[in-house]
């Protein structure tokens, strides 16, 4: 075992002054704003701002203590390094090349392959190349002949590449101190093993390098949104690699002859969009895993304005809907009978996936198995967070009292009230339609606004919210046969009406008081009576 880290280069960094340096946040003048502006308008980050912070600036050590002190294998496999760019601001790209050739140790680094994506900005054509050649040794430009795509433009690097690992980066990157060795060390256990650095936010506006608290997993929602969801407390803080049921995107490690074995990419997605999951589905249901490696950590700067609009404009006119089009290229292949749940967008309907035939020869080669056994083994929190059918509401409609039974719940703009009682007990008008939903919150129908306790004590006032999904002070159950209202899962409180004020509060539950019982329009006993049951069945 050794140590990787350069407490040389880390000393060198720790003494930097100026402009930007450990990542802190950069701010220009008012003299050069509207080129600013134009530069940011154009770039969708601070461009002008880029050209003023060091390509070599130091970045702040986000890691828990105990990576800085751990050791990694003496012999780890050496990286090639890929950067795909499509225009991008060249200060940018630099800072990305640097601070990987910086902070990676010379040991294990074969090469940095730049890949342009047939860029036309000038500057990142032969002059990129002769800022190459001067500064680096171990870097090259591979100039695409056309524009490929993200897709086809690593796959390009990838087949370019010398090493045995692969390292697949974007070209608006910044490395952190010892980011490799933790992304090496578990992939030389099993080769299988895809690893992911904890992925950092530089701000697009500020260039601030913004510690992220690496407790996030990826997931996507049925629509193929990509969404990050906070990993269970058992594993926060822990330096072990965490399973990752879909890796962010563009940052991470594999063995180029796994790469080759699962057939690279789909070459038939174009431009961007959609290859993580592709990537991601292919590597769990056919053989493999994916790990974020908390003791890695690379920034990645977000751009400000980051709309799909932006990316299809830029791309050329005979792809425009290649965003949907890649969807359902992975939805044929991999979804099985669960791409119907994207397809509830009809606008599926109407695109043509192109051919398939590869990509489904390869799927049964490889033996892959089921979507549903992903759903089952790796990404099982989307079933409990996203179903992909709302389940129905355990009740709904007028919350009655039934100590004074002509006065129902109400609510005035964020505060609740009592009234008078609409006469449609199950379906009464929109102010009184209350739904104890699955998410087990009381909500007013068909809103995101949800019944919350204001202080966790007795006594304690009621309030409207805005429904956070967390359970906690938004958490209720409706006991049908105390027939009582009950906030909180562990110390709950009965919801009880003040008879004088007709005032709502939090108090401990008493089964003598008529004013803490409640009548719900309609309410469904079984489903009440099983009510910390998982709701959702994997159809
Ligand atoms: N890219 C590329 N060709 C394209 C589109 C994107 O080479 O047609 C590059 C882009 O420059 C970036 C990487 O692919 O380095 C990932 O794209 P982007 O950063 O826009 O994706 P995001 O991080 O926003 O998901
Ligand atoms: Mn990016």
């Known amino acids: 075992m050794r140590d990787w880290h350069d407490y040389q280069a880390m000393a060198r960094d720790a003494k930097r002054k100026g402009f930007g340096e450990n990542g802190t946040s950069a701010k220009l003048g008012k003299s050069t704003r509207y080129k600013e502006g134009r530069l940011f308008a154009k770039n969708k980050l601070n461009a002008l701002l880029s050209d003023y912070i060091s390509v070599n600036r130091s970045v702040p050590d986000g890691r828990l203590p105990e990576c800085k002190k751990k050791l990694y ?9 890929i950067i795909c760019f499509f225009n991008e601001h060249r200060s940018v790209l630099l800072r990305s090349v640097h601070s990987l050739f910086n902070r990676t140790p010379p040991e294990l680094l074969k090469e940095i392959i ?131 049921p879909v890796m962010m995107g563009g940052l991470f490690a594999i063995f180029s002859k796994y790469l080759w074995e699962l057939g690279g990419y789909d070459e038939g997605l174009d431009i961007y969009g959609s290859e993580q999951y592709e990537l991601s589905f292919k590597i769990w249901m056919c053989g493999g895993e994916i790990y ?25 006119s005979s792809q425009k809907d290649f965003f949907h089009k890649n969807h359902k290229r992975v939805a044929e292949v991999w979804m099985d009978d669960y791409k119907k749940y994207l397809y509830r967008n009809t606008l599926y309907n109407k695109i043509d996936p192109g051919d398939l035939t590869k990509q489904k020869a390869l799927r049964a080669k490889l033996k892959c198995k089921s979507f549903k056994w992903y759903l089952q083994n790796v990404a099982f929190d989307i079933i409990n967070r996203y ?22 719940l109400d609510h005035y703009k ?52 805005h429904c956070h999904y967390q359970g906690e002070d938004q958490y209720w159950f409706y006991d049908h046969r105390a027939q009582q209202l009950k906030q909180g899962k562990h110390d709950q409180r ?38 910390n049951r998982n709701i959702f069945i994997l159809p």
């Not at 179903?387 to 129902?408: E, F, H, K, M, W």
């Not at 006469?423 to 949800?450: G, I, M, N």
């Not at 007709?502 to 009440?528: D, E, P, Q």
């Open 494 to 531: 009965c919801l009880e009406m003040l008879p004088h004020s007709k005032t709502l509060i939090l108090n401990g539950c008493n089964n003598t008081n008529r004013y803490m019982r409640w009548n719900i329009g309609f309410f469904n006993r079984t489903a009440l009576d099983n009510y």
């Open 114 to 244: 730049l890949v342009d994506d047939f860029s036309d900005l000038k500057d990142l054509h032969e002059s990129l190349d002769q800022y190459v050649a001067q500064h680096f040794t171990k870097v090259r430009v591979l100039h695409l002949p056309q524009r490929a795509g993200l897709v086809r433009a690593r796959l390009a690097g990838a087949r370019n590449a010398t090493a045995e690992v692969l390292v697949f980066m974007d070209s608006h990157v910044e490395a952190g101190y010892n980011w490799l060795p933790p992304l090496l060390e578990p992939m030389a256990l099993n080769n299988r093993r895809v690893m992911c650095p904890v992925i950092d936010k530089i701000d697009g506006n500020s260039f601030q390098y913004e510690i992220c608290d690496g407790n996030m997993g990826g997931l996507l929602v049925w629509e193929l949104y990509y969404k990050e969801v906070r990993r269970p407390p058992e594993i926060r803080k822990s330096v072990k690699p965490f399973r990752n």
């Open 292 to 316: 974020d490696a908390p003791c890695s950590r690379v920034g990645h700067i977000e751009r400000v304005s980051h709309l799909e609009l932006f990316r299809r404009k830029n791309a050329p």
């Open 414 to 465: 964020r505060s609740v009230r009592m009234y008078q009682c609409d006469r449609k007990l199950k379906h009464p008008h929109s102010s009184q339609f209350w739904a104890l939903s699955w998410r087990r919150d009381l909500r007013l129908k068909r809103t995101e606004t949800c019944l919350t306790s204001v202080r966790p004590k007795n006594k304690a006032p009621v309030r409207l919210r």
């Open 387 to 408: 179903p992909p059918i709302s389940p129905p509401d355990y009740a709904r409609g007028v919350i009655q009292n039934l100590g004074s039974t002509n006065l129902c």
């Open 73 to 81: 294998p003496k012999n780890l496999p050496m990286v090639s390094i």
